[in-house]
């Protein structure tokens, strides 16, 4: 089957298109035939676990890789036979790849050097303040975090104006405080310079930050596409929907589809599904799988059950377990349509009552609901498969 995937309206005008690319080892195939667009000055992302395809598919527009078929156009430029170093790309890799002999200043200077290019000083100086280093030109790649050596790759690639930048899992070395600062960091240089970076990342927050438009990858494919906002609120299959956080499902049964809405029928109960939020079939007595975000359900005493306000989605559990993580607690809920069902409550003003083994009423607004297909796995992206191939 061949994924069509494409993130312009006329189809051309992006800085990297792909066009029935693929690649296989053997039997195996890495990446099935994609269509693939990234406008022009955008920040994009290809989001996966181990093993999806991203990094292939970022090697074959740097040229690392041979496509088994299709082509890579860069700008109007067909460079499917192109070597990497006639490519008007660079990429910057996990492992930074500074020279350890050479100052800072050398290093980002280094392409514009190789090139022949003598008077480098003002663009060198230029590439620094551009990253924040302009006082660390003289020192060592080692006597700087890994957040400030990455910060000297970035500038090292940028340098030679290249029509794309290409970034592989570029801040997977650094701790989770660093790397949240070097995801403000990036889109900060991006902005500011405008050309086209392609990141590969398997961390879902780096990519939802940092992003314009997140291409989900799933096994060798383009499971969905869109901006990170799109992607975590409507959802179009369950390993979109539980890759990117966290989602809770229930198997409900099609009662009546009229208007806007959807009126589903799940343990002796009844849930509403806007229409617009739903890409299962319809029919009467048909299976859909009903979808909603922790965060977006309340939680209520059953006691104090009365108070809820009409129209919203309600169903009743017991508390199972809770963990207070600071900012929100984590309820588990064991319910008649759902034996886990998550839900976090911001801690403002906490419920003491709300302890394992009390009886609950879970509500949350209808606009809030989306639906999948009942045949898809409920538990798809849920857990990472094995090691990347390339």
Partial sequence: MKTTTDTTAAGHG???RL??????????????????????????ALLGASGCGKTTTLRM???????????????????TALPPYK???????????????????????????????????KQVEEMLELVQLGEQARKKPHQLSGGQQQRVAV???????????????PLG????????????????????????????????????????????MNAGRVEQLGSPADLYENPRTTFVANFLGTSNFIEAEVDTASGDEIVLKAGGGKLVLPGARNSAPTT???????????????LTHAGDAGGIPEGRNRITGKIVDSSFIGVSTQFVVDSPVCSDFEVYVQNVDRDPRLQ??????????????????????????????????A
């Fill in 14 to 16: 992006g800085d990297v």
């Fill in 19 to 44: 066009t029935g690319i693929s690649k296989t080892y053997g039997s195996f195939t890495a990446v099935h035939p994609l269509d693939l667009t990234v406008p022009q000055g955008s920040f994009f």
């Fill in 61 to 79: 527009i740097a040229g690392l890789e041979e496509p088994t078929a299709g082509t890579v156009h860069l700008g109007d430029q067909d460079v």
């Fill in 87 to 121: 490519r008007p790309v660079n990429t910057v890799f996990q492992s930074y790849a500074l020279f350890p002999h050479l100052d800072i200043f050398e290093n980002v200077a280094f392409g514009l050097r190789r090139r022949g290019i003598r008077s480098v000083k």
């Fill in 155 to 169: 500038a090292r690639a940028l340098i030679n104006h290249p029509k794309v930048l290409l970034l592989d899992e």
């Fill in 173 to 216: 070395a650094l701790d989770l405080k660093l790397r949240r600062q070097m995801q403000l960091e990036l889109k900060r240089i991006q902005t500011e310079v405008g050309i086209t970076f392609v990141h590969v990342t398997h961390d879902q927050e780096e990519a939802m930050t940092m992003a314009d438009t997140v291409a989900v």
């Fill in 284 to 298: 009467a007595g048909g299976k859909v799988l009903l979808g909603v975000r922790p965060e977006k359900i309340a």
């Fill in 356 to 389: 394992p083994g009390a009886e609950v009423v879970l509500h949350w607004s209808p606009a809030h609901t989306f639906g999948l297909d009942a045949a898809q796995d409920v538990d798809a992206g849920v857990e990472t498969v094995e090691e990347e191939v």
